[in-house]
């Protein structure tokens, strides 16, 4: 991966990630072939801020229904990253 654009590829915006990023936790979708160390080197160029520790999870399909149609959500990779004290980042 050359570029942080290739790692990060956006933003997870919840209820529950919105009051993590209060304590200077956010939570991103990342690429599924990204490792922490490229995850945290992406945040830090993108942001301008320093990571203390990144946790990662590979999310799985769900079943959903419309009508009589069925299908599944994608799976994605998930980073939950955590910035030293002090650093928050603008969303």
């Known amino acids: 991966m050359k570029d942080y654009t290739d790692v990060i590829e956006e933003i997870v915006v919840t209820e529950k990630s919105a009051a993590q990023g209060e304590k200077?936790?956010?939570?991103?979708?990342?690429a599924k072939s990204a490792n922490k160390i490229q995850i945290k080197e992406a945040i830090e160029k993108a942001f301008?801020?320093?990571?203390?520790?990144?946790?990662?999870?590979?999310?799985k399909s769900k079943k959903k229904r419309v009508g009589r149609y069925?299908?599944?959500?994608?799976?994605?990779?998930?980073?939950?990253?955590?910035l030293?004290?002090?650093e928050t980042i603008n969303l």
């Open 24 to 30: 200077g936790i956010y939570t991103f979708k990342v």
């Open 70 to 82: 069925t299908g599944t959500t994608k799976t994605y990779k998930k980073a939950i990253v955590t």
């Open 48 to 59: 301008g801020v320093k990571v203390a520790n990144v946790n990662t999870l590979n999310t």
């Open 84 to 86: 030293k004290s002090g």
